[in-house]
């Protein structure tokens, strides 16, 4: 769901609460990155796990890409 909103028709403390989120988001996906872990989301139907080379594969078979 990424619908984009107009900031200015926010509250200031939502549109605050909302940048604070979306930074601890992409803070949280550096670090998993910078540590070698995969990221997991959700895509087609179904759990994956996205590496910091932009490959992205289902969650299940992560043990089989680390080898």
């Known amino acids: 769901m990424n619908t984009l909103i107009d900031e200015k028709s926010l509250p200031p403390l939502v549109a605050k609460a909302r940048r604070a989120i ?3 988001a992409q803070a949280a996906v550096e670090e998993h ?6 990221v997991y989301i959700w895509r087609d139907e179904q759990v994956m796990a996205l590496f910091g080379d932009g490959t992205c594969v ?6 089989k890409h680390e080898g």
Request: proline share 13%; hydrophobic share 40%; aromatic share 6%.
């Open 58 to 63: 289902p969650a299940a078979e992560v043990k």
């Open 22 to 24: 979306q930074e601890a």
């Open 33 to 38: 990155w910078r540590a070698g872990r995969p």
